[in-house]
C-alpha cells in the first residue's frame, strides 16, 4: 500500500513540475475589439504575442527560450541584425513556408523572402497593421563614436490589434520620432544599458508620448525600480514590470 501511494504521489509530482515547465513565462492578456490579445513575456527582446488564432513572434532569441516547444509563427517580426534580435537557430524552429516575416533591409542579407520595412513604412501583414518606427543612438556609441543603432537601419513596431495599438520599440534611445507618436495603448520600451536607454530616458519618452500602459523590456540588470519612482505622478501612465531581462 505505501508503495502504491508513494507512486501515486510521484507521478502528482512529475506532472506538477512538468505543467510548470511548459508555462514558465507570465502573460497578461489585453482586451480589443476584436477578442483578447495574449501577450507572452519571455525575455530579453522576445515576445510572443496570441491574437485569435494569429501567433506573432518578435526577435525570437534561443538563449531565452526553447522554440521547438513554441506554436508556430503566422507572423515574425524582426526589428534588426544583431545576433540577440535575429536569430537563425530559432527563426529555423518557429518558421514555416507560411510564415510572413517582416524584417529591416540589414537583415534581409541573411535571411530570404521576407518583408523588409524601412523606417516609415506601412503595411497590413495577416490582416495586421504594422508600422516600421525609426530605431536609433543619439546619445550611446561604441569607443570609436558610432552608435550602437545607428539611424535609419533598425525599427520599431507599431501592431494594431483590433482597436489596440502595441508599440515594441526594438533597441533605441528616446529619440524625436517615438516622443512624437500618438494612441498608443501598449510600449514596449528598452532599457539596458549601454545599448539603449536609462529610466530617466524611458521616462522622458513615456511622459512625452504617454502610452497607456508602460512595459519596460530588454532591461538586463537596469533597476527598474527607479523607472516606477520617476513615472509614480503619471497617473494616466500604467508601469507594468514583467520579467523581461
Do not use: W
Not at 545576433?83 to 517582416?102: I, S
Not at 513604412?121 to 569607443?143: F, M, S, W
Not at 490589434?161 to 494612441?183: C, H, Q, W
Not at 529610466?199 to 502610452?211: G, I, L, T
Amino acid at each position: 500500500m505505501g508503495r502504491i501511494c508513494f507512486l501515486i504521489l510521484f507521478v502528482l509530482m512529475f506532472f506538477t513540475f512538468s505543467s510548470a515547465a511548459n508555462e514558465p513565462y507570465e502573460t497578461d492578456i489585453i482586451k480589443t475589439s476584436a477578442g483578447d490579445l495574449t501577450i507572452t513575456f519571455i525575455g530579453h527582446g522576445t515576445l510572443m504575442f496570441t491574437f485569435g488564432t494569429k501567433i506573432i513572434h518578435v526577435d525570437p532569441f534561443t538563449k531565452v527560450a526553447d522554440y521547438a516547444t513554441f506554436p508556430k509563427a503566422d507572423v515574425i517580426l524582426i526589428t534588426h541584425e544583431h545576433f540577440d534580435h535575429l536569430d537563425l537557430k530559432a527563426l529555423a524552429l518557429v518558421r514555416t513556408e507560411k510564415t510572413k516575416m517582416v524584417l529591416n533591409e540589414a537583415c534581409s542579407k541573411q535571411v530570404k523572402n521576407g518583408i523588409i520595412m524601412k523606417n516609415g513604412d506601412v503595411q497590413t501583414v495577416n490582416g495586421l497593421k504594422i508600422e516600421a518606427i525609426p530605431a536609433y543612438n543619439l546619445i550611446h556609441k561604441r569607443d570609436n563614436g558610432q552608435p550602437f543603432h545607428p539611424k535609419g537601419v533598425g525599427n520599431g513596431y507599431i501592431i494594431t490589434f483590433g482597436d489596440k495599438r502595441v508599440y515594441v520599440a526594438g533597441d533605441t534611445e528616446n529619440i524625436p520620432e517615438m516622443k512624437s507618436l500618438r494612441e498608443i495603448d501598449c510600449a514596449f520600451l528598452p532599457m539596458n544599458l549601454p545599448y539603449t536607454m536609462t529610466p530617466e530616458m524611458v521616462a522622458d519618452a513615456a511622459k512625452a508620448f504617454r502610452p497607456k500602459i508602460l512595459y519596460p523590456y530588454h532591461f538586463g540588470d537596469t533597476d527598474t525600480s527607479k523607472l516606477l519612482k520617476l513615472l509614480q505622478d503619471q497617473k494616466e501612465i500604467e508601469v507594468r514590470i514583467r520579467n523581461m531581462k
